[in-house]
């Protein structure tokens, strides 16, 4: 059983910093590109980043503006969000994914399991 578990979201001031967690079990994590996605309330799932399973290709959206990136230990199947520089916009829940095939992509399509998403909430 593919399991997904996301950590490290909670609440921060505009300005600050946070790093996320997404630990991967049950599936081969090397050969598989990973991707995060958030959702705020009212919208609709976007994409953030993803990197390839080798961690030597990594993607972002357009608002993301230098502000985050996207890495992974192979070693300990895990894939982070480091979150610099938040704003109030930034507020979602963040869900971790795994690609279908050795690359990331920036459409929820290209995603088979999910994990069931950590809280980040940025205050004004």
């Known amino acids: 059983q593919v399991q997904l578990v996301e950590s490290g979201g909670g609440l921060v001031q505009t300005g600050g910093s946070l790093r996320l967690s997404c630990a991967v079990s049950g599936r081969a994590f090397s050969i598989i590109g990973m991707g995060w996605f958030r959702q705020a309330p009212g919208k609709e799932r976007e994409f953030v980043a993803a990197v390839s399973g080798s961690g030597g290709t990594t993607f972002y959206a357009d608002f993301v503006k230098g502000r985050f990136a996207i890495s992974r230990d192979n070693g300990k199947n895990t894939v982070y969000l480091e979150m610099n520089s938040l704003k109030p916009e930034d507020t979602a829940v963040y869900y971790c994914?795994?690609?279908?095939?050795?690359?990331?992509?920036?459409?929820?399509?290209?995603?088979?399991?999910w994990g069931q998403g950590t809280q980040v909430t940025v205050s004004s």
């Open positions: 994914a795994t690609s279908r095939g050795y690359s990331g992509s920036r459409y929820s399509s290209g995603y088979d399991y």
